[in-house]
């Protein structure tokens, strides 16, 4: 009786349709939009904002921009994307349409992605209820006030470059490169910018003074002093995971968004792939 009553209770396990194909893409693609901190400006600061809708506005010295609303609404969000619109989004900074993206969209950094991890962040948010949202258009000085602006600036500031693994390095090492270089994206806060807004790679990470509101974000360098130098790989990922600094304070302002929506909800794995990057690259002073 008791070996009947297991091999019943054990028939819906047994009969039950294992993950698809696309149901796994799409796990995979909410993991990387995660990872990619889409949720952050893509979704307004409020709180009956819908996910993703876009609308969310970002100060800059050149004006103001909106994002856009990338749910699968065919109108006025992402719905009528092919794959290699999607993808040439986030390579080229292009459009469907074929204009150019303000790099305000980081594709700067997302460029590196690659295809597959692409497909499957598009798989997971073509699976999400449409959301019919029209977003402002952006408020931009007279100067760049065209697609044509975005275009000259890609020409001078622009590579369209896939992530290369080192073969020097470690597994762990090339997964915390292709997360804060590309898909975190961390260098687009993190490092200074030009005058025209073009990130200064010989200060790679080394801190932004000039944020918009008056936020600074700080060096993330290894620096003994100025920077994260004194962290252990171990506090880097306690942090990513908590948001705990080493004084017991909480981080605040935009980086507790972060912490809140993206790296908290990494794999451990993944945050110490991070921390290991981080404690590899060279320490800088910060840019004041």
């Known amino acids: 009786m008791h070996l009947i009553r297991a091999a019943v209770a054990a028939v819906p396990f047994l009969l039950a349709a294992p993950i698809s194909a696309q149901e796994s893409v799409v796990e995979r693609g909410e993991y990387l939009t995660i990872a990619g901190g889409c949720i952050d400006c893509h979704t307004i600061d409020s709180d009956d904002a819908v996910p993703l809708a876009g609308g969310r506005a970002l100060e800059s010295p050149f004006g103001t921009f909106y994002s856009p609303n990338i749910t699968p609404d065919v109108d006025t ?5 092919s794959d290699d619109d999607f993808v040439s989004a986030f390579w080229q900074g292009v459009s469907p349409d074929g204009d150019h993206y303000y790099p305000a969209f980081p594709y700067t950094s997302y460029t ?13 948010l073509f699976s999400l209820e449409p959301v019919e949202n029209d977003t ?17 600036w890609k020409l001078k500031n622009f590579d369209s470059e896939r992530f290369v693994s080192d073969p020097e390095q470690s597994a762990k090492w090339n997964r915390g490169a292709y997360l804060v270089r590309h898909l975190g994206h961390c ?6 910018r030009s005058a025209t807004g073009a990130l200064r790679h010989d200060q790679e990470l080394a801190g932004n003074p000039d944020l918009p ?40 302002s935009s980086m507790s968004a972060v912490i809140d929506n993206n790296t908290s909800k990494l794999t451990k794995d993944d945050r110490l792939a991070i921390a290991t990057y981080l404690k590899s690259i060279a320490p800088q002073l910060s840019s004041e």
């Open 213 to 252: 509101d008056d936020e600074k974000m700080p060096n993330i360098t290894p620096h003994r002093d100025d920077g994260i130098g004194k962290w252990s790989i171990g506090d880097i990922e306690y942090f990513l995971h908590t948001g705990m600094l080493d004084d017991g304070d909480f981080v605040g």
């Open 77 to 81: 969000g992402i719905g009528a994307w």
């Open 136 to 152: 402002p258009e952006h408020e931009l000085a007279w100067y760049i006030s065209t697609r044509l602006a975005a275009g000259a």
């Open 112 to 124: 590196g992605i690659s295809r597959k991890d692409l497909l499957a962040m598009k798989a997971y």
């Open 187 to 192: 260098g687009e806060c993190h490092t200074p």
